[in-house]
């Protein structure tokens, strides 16, 4: 069985949600609720599983820990036959990573800063330290990534183009911590929500908060 440490509704966990869902993996996984809202992340016992403080973090069979949801996709699209999410050819598991940590840099983690650093975030409990100009420049960045990946979409029907893959889910993670933020993304970039829409037909997209029954 394996673990995945997580909370229910939050923008990195769900690109793990939508990639177990994806991947048929749901009834081998359980999920153990960390409560991000009173700081648990940040305290020795989860730090002990993920030095970086975040979520999710899978564990594995053996009792290894593996944090990052990149890795964590990694892993688990491994476990199969052949790779549903990641690509099979060389130039495939390029592209798809490239495009991957692309919307990473360029638009979710940017909204993940300006979260942090420009709302009260996860509140003063846990929020030890806030720069609102650093948060307003990276909400900026992640405003010209959205303009980006609109004529990316204009050209291919998925980020890392003509399959679906972790760079679509990645980009869905950006999408719902947009929501959470209530950061418009341009009605102009139709390439970009014609692409969501699309995505939302998904059942693994239309039901990743609910799929836990979390362990606690
Ligand atoms: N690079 C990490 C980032 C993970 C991350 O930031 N997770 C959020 C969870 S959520 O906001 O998406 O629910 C977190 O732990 N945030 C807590 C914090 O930053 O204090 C990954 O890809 O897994």
Redesign the pocket.
Same mark, same amino acid.
């Given at each position: 069985m394996l673990t995945i440490f997580d909370?229910y509704n939050? %923008?990195? %966990?769900a690109r793990v949600r939508i990639a177990v869902q994806e991947l048929n993996l749901l009834d081998q996984v359980r999920f153990v609720s960390v409560d #991000?809202w009173k700081g648990e992340?940040?305290k020795p016992e989860f730090l002990a599983k993920n030095y =970086?403080?975040? #979520? %999710?973090v899978l564990q594995i069979e053996d009792g290894t820990y593996i944090?990052?949801?990149?890795a964590i996709t990694m892993y688990l699209d491994s476990l199969g036959p052949t790779p549903l999410l990641t690509g099979v050819t060389p130039r495939d598991k390029g592209v798809i990573h490239m495009m991957n940590k692309r919307v990473?840099i360029e638009f979710l983690?940017a909204i =993940?800063v300006y979260f942090?650093h420009a709302t009260p975030g #996860?509140g003063p409990d846990?929020e030890h330290y806030q720069n609102r100009e650093w948060g307003l420049r990276m909400r900026d960045k992640a405003l010209r990534g959205a303009h980006y990946f609109n004529e990316v979409l204009k050209a291919q029907p998925y980020v890392a183009g003509d399959t679906f893959s972790m760079a679509d889910i990645a980009l869905i993670g950006g999408f719902v911590?947009a929501n959470i933020v209530k950061l418009e993304i341009p009605a102009e970039l139709t390439a970009l929500h014609t692409w969501h829409a699309r995505m939302l037909e998904r059942r693994s997209v239309q039901n990743w908060e609910t799929i836990s029954n979390p362990v606690s």
């Open positions: 909370w939050g %923008p990195y %966990p #991000l992340h940040k =970086s403080g975040t #979520l %999710p944090a990052e949801c990149t990473e983690d =993940s942090h #996860l846990v911590f």
